[in-house]
């Protein structure tokens, strides 16, 4: 069976300070790996995902994840965040069978 | 091109009723998943319908059922309610052809009292 872990349960910025949220999954094969963000009081968007190849993934906002097969991980990265990145961010594996598992979730708040 | 919608958005039940939630999928999409987030929680998956049968079934018990329609629209029955099915309800939906690409529709906040 798959799984996500998501370390940082609430993370508390202030503006253009770096961010990094780390995500690690357990699953032997194959695995495709999401970044979802869902804004408060909106539904679940697609932040980026790795397929295949290069394993650093770009995504909307500026955001990036880096594939590490080798230490199971997919942290998720911004240089420079904004307020407006305040949300909450799920890490998700689509490995063995048709389904997403995701992790935990990570609520992050971006101070002015 | 609407996305994902969902109905209703808000639901209060009692103990022991049965409720039924819809879900219209995006355009040009004929699967359908269904996940329960928690408070607090990650969604996890209950089921996914495709050609109007259950493909994939997660950890759920058989309290709750559901059903594609030909248009691909999906319904989520739960029967039975339990406190601990207080959640939010999300549909999300894809087509076969690129199955990983999943939308989420905004959610059915369930409350059982």
């Known amino acids: 069976a798959q799984s996500v872990s998501q370390h940082n349960h609430h993370v508390i910025l202030s503006e253009a300070a770096s961010l990094e949220l780390g995500c690690n999954y357990s699953y032997g094969g194959t695995v495709n790996l999401f970044w979802y963000v869902q804004y408060p009081g909106q539904h679940l968007q697609l932040l980026l995902k790795y397929f295949s190849g290069d394993p650093l993934v770009k995504g909307i906002k500026g955001f990036e994840a880096e594939f590490i097969k080798s230490k199971f991980s997919f942290n998720l990265r911004k240089p420079s965040v904004q307020w407006s990145d305040t949300a909450e961010y799920f890490c998700?594996?689509?490995?063995?069978?048709?389904?997403?598992?995701f992790g935990t979730g990570t609520q992050l708040k971006v101070e002015l | 091109d609407a996305g994902v919608t969902q109905s209703p958005t808000h639901l209060i039940k009692t103990r022991g009723q049965q409720v039924t939630l819809r879900c219209s999928p995006k355009s040009g999409h004929d699967t359908v998943s269904w996940y329960q987030q928690a408070l607090g929680q990650g969604p996890q998956f209950i089921f996914q319908?495709?050609?109007?049968?259950?493909?994939q079934r997660g950890n759920f018990p058989d309290r709750f059922s559901g059903h594609q329609f030909p248009n691909y629209s999906s319904e989520l029955n739960v029967n039975a309610l339990l406190l601990g099915d207080s959640a939010l309800y999300l549909c999300?939906?894809?087509?076969?052809?690129?199955?990983?690409?999943?939308?989420f529709g905004p959610g059915t906040r369930l409350t059982v009292t």
């Open positions: 999300a939906s894809t087509h076969q052809g690129s199955m990983y690409e999943q939308y």
């Open positions: 319908y495709y050609e109007e049968e259950e493909r």
């Open positions: 998700a594996v689509w490995g063995g069978g048709n389904k997403l598992t």
